[in-house]
């Protein structure tokens, strides 16, 4: 374990950040990011291909001969699969799902191999992710309270303009447009990051035969919150809601994410 437990967190960060980059590029339409991503996620799959060719050739073995040698496969068959759409075809929103699910079985694979080899370095690696999970659920919050903050000077702002007030400092909080595109650029990082986060707690309850509750307060928010963030962005795009209808909202969002972090952590029976 001691071995493979770097190459495992590095395969970890570099398809998070390839999420990430595809998530972006699935919202703005984002070339640049595309590209990053695909270049992220190759290197995941050279990774994961130099894993297989060893098993393979060294050791003699296809890992397709039980259930967690077949997650691997499976993760490996996932990953090819969207670089060669992400190249040949031009359907970018299967590419990010398709990822989506690659991470999450990868990712279960690698807790579950730790969980087989529990020495120090399993451990370890174990409770990497969940410090990783809540790591990533506060660094969504941080955006999002970003995202809430430019949305309440949006509204000041508008609020100030419509009635010819404060016309000597307001230029201090910025234009509207430049505040309402911070405000979902914020948010646009926010998204992937908790939905990463999520995923990443998931698997970790799983490996750590964690007694995990679907019906737990503070899981059902952190999923609330996630959709609700996901509805702001669904309004953003497909409905072509901007100003200060979509501040409003995200401003509304904003606290039922206070209720989540405050009041269903007190309430959890899962979440401390």
Partial sequence: MFETKWLYEIIIIIYGLSLIGYFIDFIQHNRKANKVAFWLLSMVWLIQTIFLLDQVFIERSF??????????????????FSLVINR????????????????????????????QHMDANGIQLVNEILITHISLAIISYGFFTLSFLFSVMYIVQYHFLKNKQGLRWMWRFGD???????????VTLGVP??????????VWAYSANAEFYWFDLKTIGSLLVLAVYTVYLLLRIVKGYQGKAISIYNAAAFLILLINFFLFNLLSNFHF
Wanted: no cysteine; hydrophobic share 65%.
């Fill in 63 to 80: 890992p397709v001969l039980n259930l967690y040698d077949g997650l691997f496969f499976y993760a490996w068959v996932l990953v090819t």
């Fill in 88 to 115: 040949l075809f031009p359907i970018h929103f299967i590419v990010f799902f398709t990822n989506v699910f690659g991470f999450f079985i990868l990712l279960l694979y690698i807790l579950t191999r730790a969980q």
């Fill in 176 to 186: 509207l447009k430049r505040l309402d595109i911070y405000s979902f650029k914020a």
């Fill in 193 to 202: 990051s908790l939905l990463i986060g999520v995923i990443l707690g998931v």
